[in-house]
C-alpha cells in the first residue's frame, strides 16, 4: 500500500487549512500529503462566522463584516459594538474553492476517500473529525439554520443579533441567532443546548417558521439555503441566557477576546466576576 509523510483525516474546514498552510509555507516540496475525504464533491454547505481578533489567509472568503451585535432576553436588549474585532462570516463554497484550486496544483498532495488503503506505519497523522461520545449526561448542541431573501428591503445590515433568548426554551437552552448579509437576504438559526436522548426541540422547520413569520413578522420571503448542525458539550449549563446576557454586560472588546481566548487574567476576571457565582464553584468540584 501507498505510503505518505502526512495524512489529514478530514477535508473540512480544520483539515483543509491546515493543508493550505503546509502548502504556502514550502512544508511540501519533499514531502507527500494524503488528505482523507469521503465526499465526491465539494460545494457550498456552512457559513463560519467568528469574531477576527487576529490575521487571517481568508479576506477573499468573507462576504460579510459587522461591527455592532445584540444579545436578547425577555423583555431586554442589550446593543454592542465590535469595531476592534468585527464579527465576520465566511463563504464555505468560496474558502473551499480557494483552497482546493491551490492544492491541486502541488503534486504531492492527494486526495482519497478511505484510510484503509494506505500504510500509515510511517506517517505523521492529523485527525480533524471530532469523536462524538455518546453520553446522556452531556448536552448536545445542535441548530438547524436557513437563508431566507424577502421581497423587500427588512433587515438592518448593520448589526447582528447573536442570541435571542426570548422564545421558546421547552425546559432546555434556546436562542435564536440572525445574520444580516443585505436588506433582503439574511441567515437565521434556531440553537439548541439540550439533553442527547431528547428529540423534542428537533422540528426546526416550524421553530423557524414561527420565529420569522411571528418575531420577525415576515410573510413574504423565501429559503435559499440550509444547514444543521449536531456536536456534544462536555458541560452541563444550567442557566445560559442569564449567564450570557450577563457577560456581555462587559466591555465588548473584553468578552470577545475571552470567547476568542486571546484574554488576559484580568479581563478573565472582570468577565467571571459578573457570572452567577455558585455555579461556577460547583463545577469545581465535578
Known amino acids: 500500500m501507498k505510503e505518505f509523510d502526512y495524512i489529514i483525516i478530514g477535508g473540512g474546514c480544520a483539515g483543509l487549512s491546515l493543508a493550505y498552510e503546509l502548502e504556502i509555507h514550502n512544508k511540501l516540496e519533499n514531502k507527500t500529503l494524503a488528505i482523507i475525504e469521503p465526499r465526491d464533491e465539494y460545494k457550498r454547505d456552512k457559513t463560519w462566522s467568528f469574531w477576527r481578533v487576529s490575521e487571517h489567509n481568508f479576506d477573499d472568503c468573507v462576504i460579510k463584516n459587522w461591527k455592532n451585535f445584540s444579545v436578547n432576553a425577555p423583555n431586554k436588549t442589550n446593543f454592542l459594538e465590535c469595531e476592534n474585532y468585527p464579527y465576520q462570516s465566511i463563504d464555505s463554497g ?40 455518546k453520553d446522556f ?74 420565529y420569522i413569520e411571528k418575531k420577525l413578522n415576515l410573510k413574504n420571503y423565501k429559503i435559499t439555503y440550509k444547514e444543521i448542525f449536531l456536536r456534544v458539550l462536555e458541560k452541563h449549563p444550567k442557566r445560559m441566557s442569564e449567564i450570557f446576557f450577563k457577560m456581555f454586560q ?36 465535578y
Open 137 to 210: 449526561r452531556n448536552l448536545w448542541q445542535h441548530f438547524c439554520g436557513v437563508e431566507i431573501e424577502t421581497e423587500n428591503n427588512y433587515f438592518d445590515e448593520n448589526i447582528f443579533n447573536l442570541m435571542d433568548f426570548d422564545c421558546d426554551q421547552r425546559e432546555s437552552v434556546h436562542f435564536f441567532y440572525t445574520l444580516p448579509f443585505s436588506k433582503k437576504k439574511a441567515l437565521i438559526e434556531s440553537t439548541w443546548l439540550s439533553k442527547m436522548n431528547d428529540d423534542s426541540q428537533k422540528d426546526y422547520d416550524q421553530q423557524i417558521k414561527e
Open 250 to 285: 462587559s466591555s465588548p472588546k473584553t468578552i470577545i477576546k475571552f470567547l476568542s481566548n486571546k484574554s488576559n487574567f484580568l479581563e478573565d476576571l472582570t468577565i467571571i466576576l459578573k457570572m452567577p457565582k455558585w455555579i461556577f464553584i460547583k463545577a469545581l468540584f
Open 94 to 133: 468560496l474558502f473551499y474553492e480557494k483552497i482546493n484550486n491551490s492544492l491541486k496544483k502541488n503534486k504531492n498532495i492527494f486526495f482519497l476517500k478511505e484510510l484503509k488503503d494506505i500504510n500509515t506505519k510511517n506517517s505523521f497523522i492529523f485527525n480533524s473529525v471530532p469523536s462524538i461520545k
